[in-house]
């Protein structure tokens, strides 16, 4: 599994949609989650930098995986979700910031058709609140953006995470060019 959490996390990196140490990545098997490693470089994955936790309740592994782990699990337990990618993607994070609806509406045709509406939720990371915020909308979305911080996109798989996240960036980037156009024109 961590083969595979390796290479998006490289992906991740490589295209911008989160800085090396930031961002942090799932995979729900059964009972089971594999996660990111608390303060592992995306780009850098090797086998010590996945974490095996359990989805039902925190344990003392909790301790070496990623900060947002509570997330990851209130997710798993409330969707159908397999996989889950956190990353900052600038450009969500900057409409999320602009945002005063709550939600972020694509204009594109893939963000209209892939993602409908994406809720802009709140939570400190790690919290409580951001867990339960985004376990509730993750429920009959697949995707959301946590004000001024990142997007968690759940998956069947870590490619249709994968594909989900670089669809929010994209949405979020034309909604931006657009608007500033708008603004000025």
Not at 158 to 181: G, M, P
Request: glycine share 8%; charged share 20%; aromatic share 8%.
């Amino acid at each position: 599994m961590w083969q595979e959490i390796s290479k998006y996390g490289n992906k991740l990196v490589q295209q911008g949609l989160v800085e090396s140490h930031f961002g942090n990545i799932s995979i729900r098997d059964g009972e089971r989650i594999f996660i990111t490693a608390r303060g592992y470089a995306l780009d850098e994955i090797t086998e010590d930098g996945v974490v095996e936790v359990d989805v039902n309740s925190p344990t003392d592994r909790d301790l070496m995986s990623s900060t947002e782990t509570i997330v990851h699990r209130a997710i798993y337990q409330q969707s159908r979700a397999r996989a889950v990618i956190h990353a900052h993607c600038p450009f969500s994070v900057v409409e999320s910031l602009l945002s005063d609806t709550g939600l972020i509406e694509p204009l594109d045709s893939e963000g209209k058709c892939f993602l409908k509406n994406i809720p802009v939720i709140r939570g400190q990371m790690g919290s409580e609140e951001l867990a339960h915020n985004a376990g509730m909308a993750l429920s009959d979305h697949n995707a959301v953006i946590v004000h001024g911080h990142g997007t968690f996109a759940t998956g069947s798989s870590l490619k249709e995470a994968y594909v989900i996240t670089t669809q929010i960036e994209h949405s979020c980037r034309i909604r931006y060019w657009y608007d500033l156009a708008r603004k000025y024109c």
